[in-house]
């Protein structure tokens, strides 16, 4: 059974890094195909794809956040981290890791989210 | 970057009414779109990737089609779970979009 859970800072502060952690368990990172992706939605606001790392470290990012994103992988730990430099209020919004068998099959397996509010 | 564009944004339905749903993308994606389910307070959960393939678990009620750049999500017969919030998703060239969602809410 796939599982997935985001873990990171419930509240931040303008301007500082936000680093949220997806924990996962079920599956490994080192599968040819798979990726861990993250997404976000502010509150009662539509699905926004941040970013998502492959198998082989391939690693993709949205245009609009790419200067403003990282994502990297520690296979060993089943773990995939997601930084967001520059944090700004409306950066606000529930983050979601999620589980992609391959490209062809979106994201199968989602975390349950973890909210994040950027306030001074 | 590819824009998907879904309509009606809201869809009044009664219990036992056929769902019609759509999903424009700006260029062709091909079919690498997926279609999700979101209820309130929960995460998003996937029911049909490759456009028309239903995801384990997902009822036959729901089914996808299309391909290139028009895309459709049909339930057959609203159940009362059915009311939720349908987003589609592609994939292209690396990058991937989200839909802006479509409403589906009891009449």
């Known amino acids: 059974q796939i599982t997935l859970k985001e873990s990171g800072p419930t509240l931040v502060k303008p301007t500082q890094t936000l680093t949220l952690t997806c924990t996962f368990s079920?599956?490994?990172?080192?599968?040819?195909?798979?990726?861990v992706g993250w997404i976000r939605q502010p509150p009662g606001k539509a699905l926004e794809w941040l970013a998502l790392?492959?198998?082989?470290?391939?690693?993709r990012y949205s245009p609009s956040l790419k200067s403003r994103l990282t994502i990297t992988k520690d296979t060993s730990r089943n773990q995939v981290v997601l930084t967001v430099t520059k944090v700004d209020p409306v950066d606000t919004a529930t983050y979601y890791c999620?589980?992609?068998?391959?490209?062809?099959?979106?994201?199968?397996?989602w975390g349950q989210g973890t909210t994040v509010t950027v306030s001074s | 970057e590819i824009v998907l564009t879904q309509s009606p944004a809201t869809l009044s339905l009664s219990p036992g009414d056929r769902a019609t749903l759509s999903c424009r993308a700006s260029?062709?994606?091909?079919?690498?779109l997926a279609w999700y389910q979101q209820k309130p307070g929960q995460a998003p959960s996937l029911l049909i990737y490759?456009?028309?393939n239903r995801a384990t678990g997902i009822p036959a009620r729901f089914s996808g089609s299309g391909s290139g750049t028009d895309f459709t999500l049909t339930i057959s017969s609203l159940e009362p779970e059915d009311f939720a919030i349908y987003y589609c998703?592609?994939?292209?060239?690396?990058?991937?979009?989200f839909g802006q969602g479509t409403k589906v809410e009891i009449k």
């Open positions: 079920g599956f490994s990172l080192s599968i040819p195909g798979v990726g």
């Open positions: 490759g456009a028309s």
């Open positions: 260029q062709s994606v091909s079919n690498y």
């Open positions: 999620a589980h992609s068998l391959t490209y062809y099959h979106g994201m199968d397996v």
């Open positions: 998703q592609q994939r292209s060239n690396g990058l991937w979009t």
């Open positions: 790392i492959y198998w082989d470290d391939d690693k």
